[in-house]
């Protein structure tokens, strides 16, 4: 089946600074990637979507300069939380949809933790 | 928008079997997607709904009244496991991202010995 790549799994940063995740499709081209938050014992919420070769739609109440999407490719988008806060501490998950099979289900990365200090 | 309801949490015994609920609301359904989770982990996808029945898929099945707004995931045959969050996604055919799904706020089922 496809494979959805998403990294870093974990990650703990002092508050201030801006992290970096990353998910690629990797045997599948993707035109669109979403992206979720989920709290602990939450469902999954959805941040945005990213379509290649163009800007983010952002959900209403996500702030699109703090959490800045990159779709630059068929395979890769790219999640940067900017200037994190504690509050931002959350699971982020991607997903993606083949471009092959459109109406098939969503392909999940692994998720990254982030905790923020 | 949608409106996605299920239950918080179940119990169950090994070896039983549990229903899961969930409602909908929507104005363009597209299909209803049903998914486990286990803790820090990325949802796995378990079954696709889009017309009215049945789907089986081993110990699991999930039915769909499109009429109802309504699905159910059945779990046979629990396992230990089986002890996870199932969440249940609608997709919306308006939306301008074909594969755009809503999730419902996840049933955490734990199964007992």
């Known amino acids: 089946g496809a494979v959805v790549s998403q990294h870093p799994s974990r990650v703990i940063c002092k508050s201030g600074t801006s992290v970096k995740i990353e998910c690629r499709s990797l045997?599948?081209?993707?035109?669109?990637m979403f992206w979720y938050r989920q709290f602990p014992k939450q469902s999954l919420m959805l941040m945005a979507t990213?379509?290649?070769?163009?800007?983010?739609?952002?959900e209403q109440g996500v702030e699109k300069d703090k959490f800045l999407i990159n779709h630059a490719s068929l395979t890769l988008s790219t999640l940067t939380v900017t200037s994190a806060h504690p509050e931002d501490s959350s699971f982020y998950i991607c997903s993606a949809t083949n471009l092959d099979s459109p109406n098939e289900k969503l392909f999940f990365g692994s998720g990254t933790q982030l905790s923020v200090l | 928008g949608q409106n996605i309801d299920q239950p918080t949490e179940m119990t169950a015994t090994e070896g039983a079997i549990v229903q899961i609920n969930c409602t909908y609301q929507t104005s363009g359904f597209n299909g209803l997607f049903w998914y486990q989770q286990h803790a820090g982990e990325a949802p796995t996808f378990l079954s696709y709904?889009?017309?009215?029945g049945l789907e089986e898929k081993g110990r699991f099945s999930s039915f769909l009244s499109r009429s109802k707004g309504y699905s159910y995931l059945l779990l046979k045959e629990l396992q230990m496991k089986d002890s996870a969050s199932y969440l249940c996604?609608?997709?919306?055919?308006?939306?301008?991202?074909?594969?755009?799904?809503?999730f419902g706020g996840g049933t955490r089922v734990l199964v007992k010995p």
């Open positions: 996604a609608v997709r919306d055919m308006r939306e301008a991202a074909g594969n755009k799904l809503t």
């Open positions: 045997d599948f081209q993707a035109t669109t």
């Open positions: 990213s379509n290649e070769g163009s800007k983010a739609t952002y």
């Open positions: 709904n889009v017309l009215d």
